[in-house]
T-cell receptor, first 109, second 111 residues
Framework: GIQVEQSPPDLILQEGANSTLRCNFS?????LQWFHQNPWGQLINLFYIPSGTKQNGRLSATTVATERYSLLYISSSQTTDSGVYFC???????????FGKGTLLTVNP | EPEVTQTPSHQVTQMGQEVILRCVPISNHLYFYWYRQILGQKVEFLVSFYNNEISEKSEIFDDQFSVERPDGSNFTLKIRSTKLEDSAMYFCASSDSYEQYFGPGTRLTVT
């Protein structure tokens, strides 16, 4: 099946800093989603982005499907941005999502 | 904005007991999924459901698990005889194409 690797595994920032999270995948995809898992365990859908670039406030994402990677940018980070960020993909005739192991982001005040 | 809902939010059960986790997908969606996340690990696919039947299932989804869409709105996951290793967060998701919308999850604790 499709493989998903996220980097870095852990990231510690000071409030106000910018960050880039990366997701590499092993095959062509029909779906790529970025999630933020909050402290209560809920998965918050950030972006549906199988290709191209999207922006939502301080967050933006870019997927370069031909090179099999996606980037999530967080600008002017806030303590509430802390949590685990997951990338998940599906490909081929499958609709099921395969998740990466996530990036644990800690934003210190 | 429509959303996926799940009940209960937290369930504690004893080993060997049956549990049913409930989900209400977004109303016009046709594809339904269950995922689980053991504490500290990544989210794993369990099963997908389309047109009133299972379309795909993972190795985790053995005979102890079953899914059902008993009416036009609910989608359930049943675990027949729970084990300690079934303790996890269970997420329901639905979609009408590729993008999946996740519910808030049910935290299952097996003691």
């Amino acid at each position: 099946g499709i493989q998903v690797e996220q980097s870095p595994p852990d990231l510690i920032l000071q409030e106000g800093a910018n960050s880039t999270l990366r997701c590499n995948f092993s095959d062509s995809v029909n779906n790529l989603q970025w999630f933020h898992q909050n402290p209560w365990g809920q998965l918050i859908n950030l972006f549906y982005i199988p290709s191209g670039t999207k922006q939502n406030g301080r967050l933006s994402a870019t997927t370069v499907a031909t090179e099999r990677y996606s980037l999530l940018y967080i600008s002017s980070s806030q303590t509430t941005d802390s949590g685990v960020y997951f990338c998940a993909v599906s490909g081929g005739s499958n609709y099921k999502l395969t998740f990466g192991k996530g990036t644990l982001l800690t934003v210190n005040p | 904005e429509p959303e996926v809902t799940q009940t209960p939010s937290h369930q504690v059960t004893q080993m060997g007991q049956e549990v049913i986790l409930r989900c209400v997908p977004i109303s016009n969606h046709l594809y339904f999924y269950w995922y689980r996340q053991i504490l500290g690990q990544k989210v794993e696919f369990l099963v997908s459901f389309y047109n009133n039947e299972i379309s795909e299932k993972s190795e985790i989804f053995d005979d102890q698990f079953s899914v059902e869409r008993p009416d036009g709105s609910n989608f359930t996951l049943k675990i027949r005889s729970t084990k300690l290793e079934d303790s996890a967060m269970y997420f329901c998701a639905s979609s009408d194409s590729y993008e999946q919308y996740f519910g808030p999850g049910t935290r299952l604790t097996v003691t």
